[in-house]
């Protein structure tokens, strides 16, 4: 760790030649400056609206790098900011004069915990040499130095592009030719010539998440519903652009709404045999939409307020009358593990929409094993069912139940892998990940679901390397590493906590130029402030967090037509449905419109951690709905790295489109918010998306970062995601938003969203909500450890002089 010292400030220069040569000989990774044609590549952002005006782009290797650039900033009395991968739809990581492009900061490693006297632990990052140290994993690369090479683990390699199966070290970027000389700074230490590649595409193609629904989304227009009034896309829309690469994916040449099958099960549900989609029949359950206004319960806390899990054995809808844990399976699963699957050529019945919509989807079979046409059960050699083992007995005992399970469609026996991946109990309660800023989430997902560990074989009782997966909790994808700061909210977030909960060490620049490695006993002031406030402190380098064991989920979409009289009723069934769930779902509802010339669309998703019956309980709850039938239900046990995927794959973003963002953080959805909701939305332009996501569990659990109590107790987390064309200048694409937030969420709100959503053109006093009682001490330690304000181009509010900024003070031109 090096010393602390008082660097001198100067006034401000331009940046000139002589500067940038100065700078490139003090850093190692490239630089890059507008005249350059990589610049424009490395430092566009998700939204196309932003106009970065920075003078020279920096590619550090490590955080010796990091700090020289630091200290060169200080010394000129320019201004730094940090790209990560995030969507970075403010602009903020582009603000800067100087951009410091963290893209070649790529080690990552898992390590099981190590035990000591003193208990589970990990290797500190101290102790680690940084990822172009010789031994060290650099992503996607196989260090011929490492000692042994792993085996890649088939269900990442199944589901994972073929472009980017080996990743160099750099951050991949959009297609474009490599320049014919290199220019000044452009060759790492390693002699490498830095140039993009067209991996970036693929990074950001979600339909791993379900090729069902990716095809389902891409289908034309359902028809039109006498009375409806057609939505209105943003006015003055240019011509649509030609399609991308989702133009690969099959598109539907029809689409209609579910109707009545020919054949119903005992139950009263209707399902089709092999599509894999179904339907419920008639319902034993009306959601009669008028629950109280004050708000609910915590899920997982009993009346008296203590923490409690929803036992096994008991029926989670026991307040719902009619509705019994154990009615009929009513799910549909049309996405097998392994792509390498292909239809059978047997006949199967389906229901009269499913198989207009989806002619090609009949069974699917591999290696024998027939999926997706009713129960599956395979025993092995003997023809007995081997032995269950009892649940992890862990933090979670989220898979009691098994992995995976064996009955019901979709299932795969015990006996046979899922996704080439045999069925395992993990040794290891966590683990531990060490990755560099420069990896966004999906690569650090693709990683650890390659490089699983060790667990106990099903078949054999005995232990093997290379079977159980562990994931971080994490928001969904798209999101770079700033997450880990920021908070982080996503599918495991209710059972394990939020992402900034689950880092154990931290290596930062400071504003001073120091190189610190932070963790709870160094620095409990600054450990305090940066779990949740990390970039307003200093330039995180490198993470080591805790990852829990994800071999499957039981996790995907329900999806209905958006109408107006009948929305209300679906939103307070999910909302009463999933009252008091466990810790082990996740549970949202979208109201999604476009793109142009689509429908308007209801989808709820749900990932339930554990047993595949478990999840079926809450799916068959909600699918009772007697409204009307979903478009499409492909809620089935999935990779955890597909599910990853999901949200994006139904928001239908584009990179390089307007967006802007609003989130707020509320304890309670009543009717009235519902109602008002659903009669604002039908207003908004094509383009945009509005969320509530299902918060609590174990978010409430920590207290011991800047992220006040009041804020982790919050029941759901709302948003509004807004994408429109490049060209168009229309106030309602931000106007809905602000009136949404201000007028009808608001009232039940807790303050500010998660920092992690923070949007563009941010009110002050909304982001120092996000920190409710702990802004005063927050906004304390920020005049201690950035006393000359370096690092402003990020969300903090204030000016050097404590004051409040304009709210677009801190983010570049967005015209």
């Not at 906590?497 to 610190?516: C, F, P, Q, T, Y």
């Not at 402190?537 to 993470?543: D, L, N, P, S, V």
Request: aromatic share 8%; hydrophobic share 35%; net charge neutral.
């Amino acid at each position: 760790m090096e010393s602390s010292s008082v660097l001198s400030i100067a006034t401000p220069t331009t940046f000139t030649q002589s500067l940038y040569d100065e700078l490139a000989s003090l850093v190692k990774g490239p630089i890059f400056r507008p005249i350059d044609r990589e610049f424009r590549e490395r430092i566009s952002t998700f939204n196309g609206k932003i106009k970065p005006l920075s003078k020279v782009l920096v590619s550090p290797l490590d955080a010796q790098d990091v700090s020289t650039i630091v200290r060169f900033c200080l010394k000129h009395n320019l201004s730094p900011s940090v790209k990560a991968g995030g969507y970075a739809i403010a602009g903020w990581s582009v603000a800067g004069d100087v951009v410091i492009d963290m893209s070649m900061m790529r080690e990552i490693d898992i390590e099981a915990p190590i035990t000591t006297e003193a208990g589970v632990t990990w290797t500190s990052l101290r102790d680690k040499p940084a990822g172009t140290s010789k031994g060290k994993d650099v992503a996607g690369v196989v260090q011929v130095n490492a000692g042994n090479i792993r085996e890649k683990s088939p269900i990442a390699e199944a589901t994972r592009p073929e472009a980017i199966r080996t990743i160099s070290p750099k951050r991949p970027r959009e297609d474009s030719p490599p320049p014919p000389n290199p220019q000044p700074g452009q060759v790492a230490s390693s002699g490498q010539i830095i140039h993009p590649s067209a991996d970036d595409v693929h990074l950001r193609s979600y339909d791993a998440a379900s090729g069902v629904v990716g095809s389902f989304l891409r289908g034309p227009p359902l028809p039109r519903v006498e009375g409806d009034t057609p939505r209105e896309p943003p006015k003055n829309r240019p011509r649509l652009h030609p399609p991308g690469h989702e133009a690969d994916m099959p598109v539907l040449e029809s689409r209609q709404v579910s109707s009545e099958s020919a054949t119903s099960s005992s139950g009263g549900s209707t399902t089709g045999s092999g599509s894999g989609l179904s339907t419920s029949g008639s319902s034993a359950v009306r959601s009669s939409g008028t629950a109280s206004t004050s708000p609910l319960g915590t899920p997982g806390e009993s009346d008296s307020g203590e923490k409690s899990r929803s036992p096994t054995n008991t029926d989670p809808f026991g307040y719902i009358p009619g509705v019994s844990a154990t009615r009929p399976s009513m799910f549909g699963g049309v996405e097998p593990f392994n792509p390498g699957l292909t239809p059978s050529s047997a006949s199967v019945s389906m229901f009269s929409s499913a198989a207009s919509m989806f002619p090609s989807i009949g069974t699917w079979q591999n290696s024998g094993v027939t999926v997706g046409a009713g129960p599956v059960r395979s025993y092995g050699p003997s023809g007995s069912p081997p032995a269950v083992r009892s649940s992890f007995g862990f933090r979670n005992p989220a898979f009691s139940g098994g992995f995976p399970s064996t009955s019901g469609a979709f299932s795969l026996p015990t006996s046979h892998p899922v996704g080439g991946v045999t069925a395992a109990d993990p040794i290891h309660s966590h683990a531990y990940v060490t990755f560099g800023a420069g990896m966004r989430q999906k690569e650090v997902d693709l990683y650890t679901a390659e490089n699983p560990l060790e667990g106990i074989n099903r078949m054999t009782g005995e232990n093997e390397q290379g079977l159980v997966p562990y994931h971080i909790p994490s928001s969904a994808h798209p999101v770079g590493s700033s997450i880990m700061l920021l908070a982080g909210f996503g599918f495991l977030s209710r059972m394990y906590g939020l992402s900034i909960d689950n880092v154990v060490e931290v290596e930062m620049v400071l504003a001073d130029g120091r190189i610190v490695v932070l963790d709870k006993d160094t620095d409990p002031d600054l450990w305090w402030a940066i779990r949740g406030a990390g970039p307003a402190f200093g330039i995180a380098t490198r993470y080591k967090a805790m990852a829990f064991p994800i071999p499957v989920v039981y996790a995907g979409n329900l999806i209905y037509r958006f109408h107006r009289a009948t929305a209300p009723s679906l939103i307070k069934h999910f909302r009463d449905c999933i009252k008091g769930c466990p810790r082990e779902l996740y549970a949202n509802v979208l109201l999604t419109t476009g793109p142009a010339n689509q429908d308007s669309l209801i989808v709820i998703q749900l990932c339930y951690v554990g047993p595949k019956e478990k999840g079926q309980e809450y799916l068959q709850a909600i699918s009772s709905w007697d409204g009307e039938r979903p478009l499409l239900n492909e809620v089935n046990e999935k990779s955890y790295l597909n599910q990853q995927d999901s949200v994006a794959q139904v928001l239908r973003g584009k990179r390089g489109r307007q967006w802007f963002m609003r989130s707020s953080l509320i304890h309670s959805l009543p009717d009235e918010v519902i109602n008002k909701t659903v009669m604002k939305f039908g207003d908004t332009p094509i383009g945009c998306t509005w969320i509530f996501e299902l918060s609590g569990g174990a978010i409430a659990d920590y207290e011991d970062t800047c992220l006040p109590k009041e804020q982790r107790e919050a029941i759901w987390t709302v948003a509004a995601l807004h994408q429109w064309d490049m060209g168009v200048d229309d106030p309602r694409c931000i106007e809905s938003a602000e009136e949404w937030m201000e007028d009808i969420i608001r009232p039940v709100s807790l303050g500010g969203p998660f920092p992690t959503f923070l949007g563009r053109h941010e009110r002050p006093e909304r982001t120092m909500a996000c920190y409710g009682k702990n802004w005063d001490r927050l906004a304390e330690l920020k005049r201690k450890y950035d006393p000359h304000h370096l690092f402003k181009n990020n969300f903090w509010p204030l000016n050097k002089r404590g004051e409040p900024v304009e709210p677009s003070y801190n983010e570049p031109p967005s015209p």
